[in-house]
C-alpha cells in the first residue's frame, strides 16, 4: 500500500514558476514509478511527465517538454514537479500517481496509487 500526499500548488502569474512536491509512504518506493497528471475542469485527466523507477529517466508530454522537470528523491521518498514559464492554460488539478512497474506509463487507469490533487492556477 502506498499513500501519496501531493503540496506546493498555488495561485502565480503566467510565466512564473511553481515546484509541486508528492510525499509516498511505504519502503518500496524505488520500485515505483511516478507520474504528474493533471486535469482541468470540464477535461479529461492528461499526462504530464513521468520518472521510471530504475534509472530515473523521465519523460514529458509535449505541453511540458522545455519548461516542466521531474525529479525523485528515493531516500525521501519525494517525487517533484518543477514548473516554469507557465501558462493560464496549465491551471488544473495536478496529481500524484504511483505504478509498481519500471517504466513510465502515459495512461492513468495504469496507476495504482493516487495523491488527493493539488490546484495550479496560473493568472494571465
Known amino acids: 500500500q502506498v499513500q501519496l500526499v501531493e503540496s506546493g500548488g498555488g495561485l502565480v502569474q503566467a510565466g512564473g514558476s511553481l515546484r509541486l512536491s508528492c510525499a509516498a509512504s511505504g519502503r518500496t518506493f524505488s520500485n515505483y514509478a511516478m507520474a504528474w497528471f493533471r486535469q482541468a475542469p470540464g477535461k479529461e485527466r492528461e499526462f504530464v511527465g513521468g520518472?521510471?523507477?530504475?534509472?530515473?529517466?523521465?519523460y514529458y508530454a509535449d505541453s511540458a517538454k522545455g519548461r516542466f522537470t521531474i525529479s525523485r528523491d528515493n531516500a525521501k521518498n519525494t517525487v517533484h514537479l518543477q514548473m516554469n514559464s507557465l501558462k493560464p492554460e496549465d491551471t488544473a488539478v495536478y496529481y500524484c500517481?504511483?505504478?509498481?512497474?519500471?517504466?513510465?506509463?502515459?495512461?492513468?487507469?495504469?496507476?495504482?496509487?493516487w495523491g488527493q490533487g493539488t490546484q495550479v492556477t496560473v493568472s494571465s
Open positions: 520518472i521510471r523507477s530504475g534509472d530515473s529517466t523521465t
Open positions: 500517481a504511483a505504478a509498481r512497474t519500471y517504466n513510465v506509463l502515459v495512461t492513468a487507469s495504469r496507476y495504482t496509487y
